[in-house]
T-cell receptor, first 118, second 111 residues
């Protein structure tokens, strides 16, 4: 397996369920990201991990709980979600997390998990 | 925050060059411009990036104006598989660990 993989690809859950999204990267990168992509909206950065430490948390509701047990794996634990949380959730990785001069960094994305909250 | 402006949609004939413009007039001197694309039902894919010189790789060419306020992504011979949403992205001026994504340009390559 190469690149960034995400499971499941599709998920339907009720508002009272608890589920987890999984991301795995096989690129030896040090940084991993969770993004949310809603219809007709730009990608929203949710969380950033660098060397397993969370370095960004962009005002994401506590019903989303990330976990990064090692530099290759990233989870997003979901509980008591709302219908407006329905979206495509994308995981990405990069070698480092700085995007300015001298630190150019392409992000590699997984295929995403299409989440529907009923 | 540096932000980008792109046309919402463009069309291109198969085999012709696709030229996708982007305005980033508030970009700072040390901020790279990144281009990604997203094919339907897939995650975004990195294409190319640049600082102030023109860049070329196996996927595309990037032309950056001398004042760095705009750039153009060129797909020299567009194919049907190039139909996608193309994003021109710059870092967040206040936080160089974030990229600011817009809505991109939806490119339709027609046979």
């Amino acid at each position: 397996e190469t690149g960034v993989t995400q499971t499941p690809r599709h998920l339907v859950m009720g508002m009272t369920n608890k589920k987890s999204l999984k991301c795995e990267q096989h690129l030896g990168h040090n940084a991993m990201y969770w993004y949310k992509q809603s219809a007709k909206k730009p990608l929203e950065l949710m969380f950033v991990y660098s060397l397993e430490e969370r370095v960004e948390n962009n005002s994401v509701p506590s019903r989303f709980s990330p976990e990064c047990p090692n530099s290759s794996h990233l989870f997003l634990h979901l509980h008591t979600l709302q219908p407006e949380d329905s979206a495509l959730y994308l995981c990405a990785s990069s070698q480092a997390i700085i995007f300015t001069s001298g630190g150019h960094n392409e992000q590699f994305f997984g295929p995403g998990t299409r989440l529907t909250v009923l | 925050d540096a932000k980008t402006t792109q046309p919402p949609s463009m069309d291109c004939a198969e085999g012709r060059a696709a030229n996708l413009p982007c305005n980033h007039s508030t970009i700072s001197g040390n901020e790279y411009v990144y281009w990604y694309r997203q094919i339907h039902s897939q995650g975004p894919q990195y294409i190319i990036h640049g600082l102030k010189n023109n860049e070329t790789n196996e996927m595309a060419s990037l032309i950056i104006t001398e004042d760095r306020k705009s750039s153009t992504l060129i797909l020299p011979h567009a194919t049907l598989r190039d139909t996608a949403v193309y994003y021109c992205i710059v870092p967040n001026a206040g936080n160089n660990r974030k990229l600011i994504w817009g809505l991109g340009t939806s490119l339709a390559v027609n046979p």
